[in-house]
């Protein structure tokens, strides 16, 4: 990696509250944690820490409210080496803010208030246009109003930028935007939502043929959690192991996961190297508890890396 990466994350930031505990309650049952944390957070924000973190320059694009928690998130991005001069601020509401679940595994559960990131509109992506005119990658996801990621795909596509979109937490939108955008990076569920099969448990290899004749152009990361990733291009279908690990609190691992592959991608990383070097930064944020203290550096990850290797792909 001889060049600095350039990444504009355009999305949100979220005050993360976060209870731990053995196992999940039922409905209407009360049960007891055994610890309990307050992170920045939110898709966006995450993100743009696994970018700086990495060493890249990156743009944190979106919105919070003049309260302690966006001054928090902001804080953090800014101890993250990321730019936050283009963060706008509100005064109508608070920042976004979420409740969180985890159980010993690791698994979540997550209420999110979007709050101030359903106040960002297209007018204030307008009066950011320069910074995205002159990024390697934007990457998005599906935490701010759906008209204004399909206006910002459509502004990065118009100054010829590669796009990332993370279609997290999932909802339905245009499919010409699905084509617009060079990289798609799903979860399994929500490729699942993508390719109409939300009701089915379809192989990787159904789901990877789905996602291809639905993205025509352009690649697909399905992200698989402890089984690591499936990555569909126009004429590959090829599964990425996972890193072995124990996983503690899996809340940003996705987050870190794109972070880092916009990283590896800007700094002239093929597709599948990319991948796998964001698969390491996945796996070592599941490592930890919180979402933005849990993304790692890049001496964190590299050593993850030497200590297990890049494991073997395999082409379905």
Aim: glycine share 8%; aromatic share 6%; hydrophobic share 40%.
């Amino acid at each position: 990696m001889n060049r600095t990466p350039n990444v504009v994350v355009i999305g949100s930031l979220i005050f993360d509250f976060v209870a731990f505990t053995q196992r999940m309650p039922e409905q209407g049952e009360t049960v007891e944690g055994y610890a309990f944390g307050m992170y920045p957070g939110g898709k966006g924000a995450n993100q743009a820490v696994q970018v700086g973190r990495l060493g890249g320059l990156c743009y944190m694009i979106g919105m919070v409210g003049n309260d302690f928690m966006g001054r928090t998130i902001i804080e953090s991005l800014q101890s993250s080496n990321v730019n936050t001069d283009y963060i706008a601020q509100t005064e109508s509401t608070h920042t976004g803010s979420c409740c969180i679940f985890v159980d010993a595994s690791g698994q979540n559960r997550i209420v999110m208030v979007p709050q101030a990131n359903h106040c960002f509109s297209c007018a204030d992506l307008d009066r950011v246009e320069h910074v995205v005119a002159q990024c390697d990658i934007v990457l998005m996801q599906l935490e701010l109003p759906l008209p204004v990621v399909e206006y910002a795909v459509c502004m990065a596509k118009r100054h010829d930028r590669i796009v990332i979109l993370n279609p997290a937490p999932f909802r339905e939108f245009r499919s010409e935007i699905v084509q617009q955008v060079d990289v798609i990076t799903p979860n399994y569920t929500e490729a699942k939502g993508l390719a109409g099969l939300a009701a089915r448990e379809p192989s990787l290899t159904e789901l990877g043929a789905r996602m291809r004749s639905i993205k025509k152009h352009g690649w697909t990361v399905v992200t698989l959690g402890s089984n690591g990733a499936l990555v569909v291009t126009e004429t590959d279908m090829v599964h990425v192991p996972a890193y072995r690990i124990e996983a503690v609190d899996e809340t940003a691992a996705g987050d870190a996961f794109n972070g880092a592959l916009a990283y590896a991608l800007a700094a002239g990383k093929a597709p599948l190297e990319a991948v796998k070097y964001a698969n390491a930064a996945g796996a070592l944020a599941a490592m930890r508890r919180g979402a933005q203290p849990s993304i790692g550096t890049r001496r964190e990850i590299d050593q993850l890396i030497t200590e297990q290797g890049y494991l073997k792909e395999m082409t379905l």
